[in-house]
């Protein structure tokens, strides 16, 4: 078991074990109800850990299946889960426990962020992604027709329960998905974590591929571990540095849009990383051998390195209107001095890092 302190407000830890479920109740102590937000399927698997820790400790558990999908994270799901808690009664002193992956993450916790002016919430990440990323930190969102993640609010949660076990029932597409936010951080600077990500991907592939407890509960932990440090150093993303968790997720986020979410977010993130690597090196940031270093990675764990067929004028118009952008084109970009925001790339540079991903532009 392993233990990951985020200093953000009264702090809290996330947790990362093969059984971290069992200890819902305790996370959750003294609290006596909560309202417990899931998706049918991953009930199906895991609600049973999580009622009984609950039911052990005499705590009241209002259920909730929201549905799955980009389209259950709304305004309208948001509003289900609120009217129903109302209903029931759930206390501003009472919880929320999001059980799921990045979906479940995001819409509870939106809801309880805004439930009573804002209610505690636990989040207990059921998929690779939401492990080392989604759920910890505290951003919260839903969508709206005009864009991903438009409406949210910073909430940070009482407690992160990574279960590591439960990443052995993820579909191998969800699984290997996650992978990319792993890469992220593996490419992010080496004086964060020591190179250590990247070490286990390469020297541990099998353990890796084969979801081995003791090999993700180390990915899991170094991965938050990262997170943690970045966002108790800029909470709100206020001074640039939790901008660079953004790491290939300019791209990324455009590839979803343009592209009608046909790859899986990671896989996205797995794309933008090979053309953040590209664009530093036609920039003359990096090194071309370092730029490659990106594609060998993404590509060593199964995960896309290009994205072909997609309109260049199409993913530029959405990167536009990135709610990082400030008016322009912004891009994480690495360089002599580890990560930086970069604005408005020349023309050829992005031509080249286009390319690189099978993009014609
Ligand atoms: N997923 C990026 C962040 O939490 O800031």
Avoid at 115 to 128: K, S, W
Avoid at 184 to 198: F, P, S, W
Avoid at 331 to 340: A, S
Wanted: net charge negative; proline share 4%.
């Amino acid at each position: 078991m392993a233990r990951v302190r985020v200093g953000v407000g009264d702090g809290y830890d996330v947790v990362v074990s093969e059984d971290a479920l069992a200890d819902v109740w305790l996370a959750l102590a003294p609290r006596k109800r909560v309202g417990l937000v899931s998706q049918a399927g991953v009930f199906e698997h895991h609600g049973a850990a999580v009622i009984g820790s609950l039911d052990r400790a005499g705590v009241e558990v209002i259920r909730t299946a929201i549905g799955d999908g980009e389209d259950a994270k709304s305004m309208a799901t948001v509003q289900q889960l609120c009217r129903l808690w109302a209903r029931e009664g759930l206390l501003r002193g009472d919880a929320v426990v999001a059980l799921g992956g990045g979906v479940v993450g995001d819409t509870a916790g939106f809801a309880a962020a805004v439930y009573h002016r804002g209610i505690a919430v636990l989040q207990c990440p059921t998929t690779l992604l939401a492990m080392v990323d989604a759920a910890i930190g505290g951003k919260t969102a839903v969508n709206l027709p005009e864009g991903k993640n438009l409406v949210g609010a910073f909430h940070q949660p009482v407690g992160v329960l990574a279960d590591v076990s439960t990443l052995a029932t993820l579909p191998d597409r969800e699984y290997r998905a996650g992978l990319g936010e792993v890469a992220k951080y593996a490419l992010m600077d080496d004086a964060i974590d020591d190179g250590g990500i990247a070490r286990i991907l390469a020297e541990q592939r099998a353990a890796v591929e084969g979801r081995d407890v003791a090999a993700l509960t180390d990915l899991v932990t170094r991965s938050a571990a990262i997170k943690a440090r970045v966002v108790t150093a800029d909470p709100e993303e206020r001074t640039g540095l939790r901008a660079t968790l953004n790491y290939g997720h300019t791209l990324a986020h455009a590839l979803e849009t343009v592209g009608h979410h046909d790859l899986h977010h990671g896989e996205a993130v797995a794309v933008g990383l090979v053309f953040a690597g590209a664009l530093a090196a036609a920039m003359e940031r990096i090194p071309v051998a370092a730029a490659e270093d990106h594609r060998t990675l993404v590509a060593g764990l199964g995960l896309p390195t290009e994205a072909p067929g997609l309109p260049a004028g199409d993913l530029l118009a959405v990167m536009r209107r990135d709610k990082k952008a400030s008016g322009g084109l912004t891009f994480v970009l690495q360089g002599p001095y580890g990560l930086e925001s970069i604005d408005d790339p020349p023309a050829r540079a992005l031509a080249a890092a286009f390319a690189a991903v099978g993009i014609d532009s």
